[in-house]
C-alpha cells in the first residue's frame, strides 16, 4: 500500500522475508537459535523474534487509519 509517497507492507507480507534471514543467520551461528540441532526449515519463529528482526532490517512501525480501521504497516526508513 503507498500512503503519502511512502509503501507500506503488512505483518504478513514481511513475515516470510524475516524469516528467511532468520534462517540465513542460525545457519552462519549469529542468533540465539544457533545451537538447534534440528532442520530449520520446520522451525517455527514467534512473533516477537520476527519483529526484532524486521527492525534489524530497517523497517518501523506505523499505526494508519484506513475506511475507519486502524492497522498497523511497516515502512522502510
Avoid: W
Avoid at 4 to 31: F, M, S
Avoid at 33 to 54: A, C, P, V
Amino acid at each position: 500500500m503507498i500512503h503519502n509517497g511512502i509503501e507500506y507492507h503488512t505483518y504478513d507480507e514481511l513475515k516470510p522475508i524475516a524469516i528467511q534471514v532468520l534462517r540465513q543467520r542460525i545457519l552462519d551461528k549469529q542468533t540465539k537459535y544457533s545451537r538447534y540441532i534440528g532442520d530449520i526449515n520446520k522451525m517455527d519463529f514467534n512473533k516477537q523474534d520476527i519483529g526484532i528482526e524486521l527492525k534489524n532490517l530497517g523497517y518501523n512501525k506505523k499505526r494508519i487509519m484506513k475506511d475507519g480501521i486502524r492497522k498497523l504497516y511497516h515502512y522502510k526508513s
